[in-house]
């Protein structure tokens, strides 16, 4: 168990749809990655906050949004949805920028 | 051309070989992490290296900087190797530090027959 907890662990939806996935990160992590793997594009970085404020930006998508919250849990806004949003996504922790990451279970996304 | 380059994509191997994988990356790294994924789907985090070797029981990575190349050895191979593992590098910054996310290779699959 990493002691990264990622919620729900399944989520089924329609397209359009918005849904809504979280990340609890290990405690004293103040760093939040959040990952998208798919089978075409494979693992790829979505964006990263630290301690609250947003620290980097990858291939995220304008429909895609995230935060964390003074607790450091952090969610992750997936609206209009589209087919190809189909995905594992994962969130890691580390304690400080640059140190080990921590992946969650992930979270599988499916959009019908 | 990808940042991160893994060999091969899927491998087959009987119980008892010794396996290596490989990954090459194109940019300056200040840490390169090798990453276990079983078909359940979640990540665990084997190694993580900025120089040198480590070992952990029957896995053992290595690295080369001046090559931008590292190797994950598996000795004595177990059908519960398998799995897809994935090297992952963290960019060094202009200056001097470390960018935060990862880049990850496509991941080598393994299967280990009995």
């Known amino acids: 168990d990493s002691g990264v907890t990622q919620t729900p662990k399944h989520l089924i939806t329609a397209t359009g749809q918005r849904v809504t996935l979280r990340c609890s990160p290990r405690?004293?992590?103040?760093?939040v990655y959040w990952y998208q793997q798919s089978l075409d594009q494979g693992l790829q970085f979505l964006i990263q906050y630290y301690n609250g404020e947003e620290r980097a930006k990858g291939n995220i998508l304008e429909r895609f949004s995230a935060q964390q919250f003074p607790d450091l849990h952090s969610e992750l806004n997936l609206s209009s949805l589209e087919l190809g949003d189909s995905a594992l996504y994962f969130c890691a922790s580390s304690v400080a920028q640059g140190a080990e990451a921590f992946f969650g279970q992930g979270t599988r996304l499916t959009v019908v | 051309k990808n940042e991160v380059e893994q060999s091969p994509q899927n491998l087959t191997a009987q119980e008892g070989e010794f396996i290596t994988i490989n990954c090459s990356y194109s940019v300056g790294i200040s840490a390169l992490h090798w990453l276990q994924q079983h078909p359940g789907g979640g990540i665990v985090s084997l190694f993580m290296l900025s120089s040198g070797k480590k070992k952990h029981g029957r896995l053992i990575a290595t690295i080369n900087i001046q090559e931008k190349h590292s190797s994950l050895h598996i000795t004595a191979s177990h059908p519960r190797d398998s799995a897809v593992y994935i090297c992952a590098v963290r960019v060094r910054t202009q200056y001097g530090g470390s960018q935060g996310n990862l880049i990850f290779g496509k991941g080598t699959k393994l299967s280990v027959k009995p």
């Open positions: 405690s004293g992590d103040l760093s």
